[in-house]
């Protein structure tokens, strides 16, 4: 079963223009300007039941816009869109039942409550009986070590505590779908593992549906076996990740420190059938780059290690972050363009 099913959807603003200066500014008061904005422009996608989809792109490519429409806060222009079963703008006190929600950016708590009873009030809100919510609090206060959190004030809370609260008041009534907006912002590198492998628990245990929206692509490395992107509206990529990076990486660089002196020929010489590019700094120091489909890491080391001496080595590869910045550049994941090796 689709967990969400989304049809041509489309949304568009209408934003007041204003003119300049003070005779553009009393112009404005008598008649206004407006023009649309369109934030989504007929996207289409079904997401599976138990998938962890990553839902990326620029700042103001449309993300956030459709988050809200699938979570019901706001109506599409125009397209067809079922998520859960429901459609979220029409059934919306049946469906928020069934999903969770967290802005890494806006908080669900009480700011002057303990972290207790605002899970109290969300467990009201949700209408969650009171052994299913002492079961269910019980199992994500050990699994998100939230025990001497409880009785704090969400205010008095670090940005990483909070954020494992708001996870925890996101399941309280134990969704099948959750939406998450910059989960990891501003967090530190171990919260944002300690999360990311909670989320991943929680796909697996519970096979939990989980969109995620995110600038930071680690948390897609670590969580995501597909990734949509969006670019000015509309869907540019939809596929894994892997795909992409064989697709848009060039390919692999090793970087050589010899322990001693080589010459360029003897190394093209050794690696000659290979299709490879060797350059050296000095006669100590040399790269090699190896172009994607052409030969692999381990053959050309074995070429090289009954020759020269190699004292230390290291390889890079085109990294996500590049391969997608490159694409948000042209605006299009249809063909390659020259991605640089991120040494
Ligand atoms: N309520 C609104 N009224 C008018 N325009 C809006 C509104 N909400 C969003 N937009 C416009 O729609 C476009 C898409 O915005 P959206 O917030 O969905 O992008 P985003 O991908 O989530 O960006 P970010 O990564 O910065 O959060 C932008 O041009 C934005 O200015």
Redesign the pocket.
Known sequence: MNAIEVEHLR?Q???QQNREGLTGAIRDLFRRTYKE????NDISFTIPQGEICGYI????????????MLTGILVPTSGRLQVGGYVPYEQREKFVRHIGVVFGQRSQLWWDLGVIESFQLLRKVYRVGQQDYKTRLDELVERLQLGDLLNRPVRKLSLGQRMRCELAASLIHNPSLLFL??PTIGLDIVVKTEIRQFLKDLNQRNGTTILL?T?DLQDIEALCSRVIM?DE?QVIYDGNLDHLKSTWGKGKEIAFQFESAVELGQLEQLTKDLQVEWSLENAMQGKVFIPQHAAKVSQVLARLVNEVEIRDMKIFETNTDDIVREIYKTGSADKPAEVSVHV
């Open positions: 949304k603003f209408r934003v904005v369109i934030a989504v792109g620029e700042n103001g490519a449309g993300k956030s816009t459709t988050i809200k907006d910059e929206t600038h969006l509206g």
